[in-house]
C-alpha cells in the first residue's frame, strides 16, 4: 500500500487516529493531521505516518500542509475528512459565533481540504472519504446545529461524487451511530453553557437537563437489548473498516451505514417516515401499492449492476 498515501484530519484520537493506525500498520503512507504539538509528537512514532499541523479552520495552515504533502513527492492517492466537532444544546441558546464555528469544522473543513488536494486526487484518480453521522439523515432535540452540520455535509457528498466521477475520483461518505471516542467530553463544557443561558419558556427543562448531569448514573438495565436508555455505541473500529473498503475496494459504495441494528433501524424509519411526508401530497399519493412497485424496481436495478 505504500503508493497509496492517504491524509487522515483529526488524526489525534478517536476514529482518526484509529483510521491512521489500521492504514499504517498495512504499510499505506499516512499523512495525519493534528493541532496540538503533543499529539503531532505521538503521530510522528507511528511507522508510515508523516504528522501535519492542520486546523482545518484555518487557510494559512491548509496552504502549508498542501505544500507539504506535494513536496514530499509521492502525490496523494485518498483523503479521509474525519475532523469533526460534536456539541449539542437547545436551538434557542446557541450564540451565531457557536453555530459558525460547529458549521466552520464540520462543512466548510471538509470543502477546504477537498478543494486543497482535489488536483492530487484528480492526478491519481484517487477516493475521497467524508466522515459524517446517522445525524445526517436523523436529528432530535438537542442536536439541532450539529445534525445540521451532517445533513450539509450529505448534500455536498452527493454533489461531489457526481462532479469527480468523470475525473475517475470516487467519493464515500461513512455515517457511524454512537463510537467510543473523546468527542462528547470534548464538548460538555459548551452543552452546560448553553443549557445555562436557557430563557423562560425553556428554562425549566435546562435546569431539569443540568441537574440530570448531577445525579449518579442510572442502575444497568436488566435486559441487553439496545434502546435509548441503554446505548451500545461501537469501538472505533468498525468506522475503520468501512473506511479502509471505501479507500481500496474495486467498487466502493457510496455510503456506510455503520453501528448497531438498532441505531440503523432508526435511519432506516426515519428516511420511510420522510417518504411517505413527500408521498402525501396532490402530485403524488401512490398507493401502497404502488410504492412496493417503485421499491420493487430500484432493488431490481441495483442488483442488476452489481
Not at 456539541?87 to 434557542?92: E, F, K, M, R, V
Not at 441505531?263 to 417516515?273: M, W
Request: proline share 7%; with cysteine; aromatic share 8%.
Amino acid at each position: 500500500m505504500e503508493n497509496y498515501p492517504v491524509l487522515v484530519t483529526g488524526a489525534s484520537t478517536g476514529i482518526g487516529n484509529d483510521i491512521t493506525h489500521q492504514l499504517a500498520a498495512q504499510g499505506t503512507l499516512v499523512f495525519a493531521t493534528a493541532r496540538k504539538e503533543a499529539d503531532l509528537q505521538s503521530l510522528s512514532r507511528i511507522d508510515n505516518v508523516i504528522p501535519v499541523r492542520l486546523d482545518v479552520r484555518d487557510p494559512q495552515q491548509l496552504a502549508a500542509a498542501a505544500e507539504q504533502v506535494s513536496r514530499y513527492g509521492h502525490g496523494l492517492y485518498g483523503l479521509v475528512n474525519n475532523a469533526g466537532v460534536g456539541d449539542l444544546g437547545l436551538c434557542s441558546t446557541w450564540t451565531d459565533e457557536e453555530l459558525v464555528d460547529i458549521f466552520n469544522v464540520n462543512v466548510f473543513g471538509p470543502f477546504r481540504v477537498t478543494n486543497a488536494f482535489l488536483p492530487m486526487l484528480v492526478e491519481s484518480r484517487g477516493r475521497v472519504v467524508l466522515i459524517s453521522s446517522q445525524g445526517g439523515m436523523i436529528s432530535k432535540k438537542y442536536y439541532g446545529p450539529y445534525t445540521m452540520t451532517k445533513h450539509a455535509l450529505e448534500a455536498y457528498s452527493v454533489a461531489l461524487r457526481d462532479e469527480l466521477s468523470d475525473y475517475g475520483v470516487q467519493v464515500s461518505i461513512v455515517q457511524p451511530g454512537g463510537v467510543v471516542t473523546n468527542i462528547g467530553a470534548n464538548s460538555f463544557p459548551g452543552m452546560v453553557r448553553r443549557f445555562q443561558r436557557a430563557q423562560p419558556p425553556f428554562k425549566a427543562e435546562a435546569d431539569a437537563v443540568l441537574e440530570s448531569f448531577n445525579q449518579p448514573p442510572p442502575p444497568a438495565p436488566e435486559t441487553d437489548e439496545e434502546s435509548e436508555g441503554n446505548r451500545k455505541p461501537s469501538p472505533p473500529g468498525v468506522v475503520t473498516q468501512a473506511v479502509l473498503d471505501a479507500l481500496f475496494a474495486q467498487k466502493p459504495k457510496f455510503r456506510y451505514l455503520v453501528g448497531t441494528r438498532w441505531e440503523g433501524d432508526r435511519v432506516i424509519h426515519a428516511l420511510i417516515e420522510k417518504l411517505l411526508d413527500e408521498n402525501d401530497n396532490p402530485q403524488h399519493r401512490y398507493s401502497r401499492e404502488s410504492l412496493v412497485a417503485l421499491l420493487t424496481q430500484k432493488i431490481e436495478a441495483r442488483h442488476a449492476g452489481q
